[in-house]
């Protein structure tokens, strides 16, 4: 159980155009959800938390009007970078919190997906 | 900001030795995770630690923690080449941030056949 699938797994784009990645749980309910950054060879930076049926809370420093997240189930998150530039490349992962939580512990991770900014 | 840091950055090894990875951090926490991560793939959790703990076992798997040092180690014992990946450490933090995890900035593990 605690499965958390991401889709598409790869997606290239050209500049200007704005691309939506899915996150999804398959087998349980999801308090929050949380969406990560990683560029080569670092590690993952937290970009924003999602709650469903309420507003983001971004981390310092990311733009919400570019990266724009809803959460409008309990089982999906969906990731919008808008008017992708080249620098937006990058490996995203989400993560889940199973129902009860939130406990920061019990986070369960997706695959990830590939933006290539063409 | 980066609440981890793991030493080393990378690690290159024979298959069948052993491999140790340390993870310092810098303020309280409840608990300590770690997770492994192979090339361009999603991350694997492999064992959680509690502050209130000193050590954890797993299989092949030890960790350690120290809270009064703030640091951790991972032994993975007679390496694998299937166990070459990336490995971070990551921590949920008393207080406000209690629901989200910070993660080290990781070491490349290279295990030889």
């Known amino acids: 159980g605690a499965v958390v699938s991401q889709h598409p797994s790869r997606v290239i784009c050209k500049s200007g155009t704005s691309v939506k990645i899915e996150c999804r749980s398959l087998?349980?309910?999801?308090?929050?959800m949380f969406w990560y950054r990683q560029f080569p060879k670092q590690s993952l930076m937290l970009m924003a938390t999602s709650n469903e049926g309420s507003k983001a809370t971004y981390e310092q420093g990311v733009e919400k009007d570019k990266f724009l997240i809803n959460h409008a189930s309990l089982t999906l998150s969906t990731l919008t970078v808008t008017s992708a530039h080249p620098e937006d490349s990058s490996f995203y992962i989400c993560?889940?919190?199973?129902?009860?939580?939130?406990?920061?512990?019990?986070?369960?991770f997706g695959p990830g997906t590939r933006l290539t900014v063409t | 900001s980066q609440q981890g840091e793991e030493d080393p950055q990378a690690l290159s090894i024979q298959e069948g030795e052993n491999a140790t990875m340390n993870c310092s951090y810098k303020t309280s926490i409840n608990n300590l995770q770690w997770y492994r991560q192979n090339s361009g793939r999603g991350l694997v959790h492999l064992i959680l630690i509690r502050s209130n703990e000193r050590e954890k076992h797993s299989g092949r798997l030890r960790v350690t923690l120290d809270t009064s040092k703030k640091s951790s180690s991972l032994l993975i014992t007679a390496s694998r080449a299937a166990d070459t990946a990336s490995y971070f450490c990551?921590?949920?933090?008393?207080?406000?941030?209690?629901?989200?995890?910070?993660f080290g900035k990781g070491t490349l593990l290279t295990v030889n056949p």
């Open positions: 990551a921590t949920d933090g008393v207080g406000g941030s209690n629901y989200k995890l910070t």
């Open positions: 087998d349980f309910q999801a308090t929050t």
């Open positions: 993560s889940a919190n199973r129902l009860p939580g939130p406990a920061a512990y019990e986070q369960y």
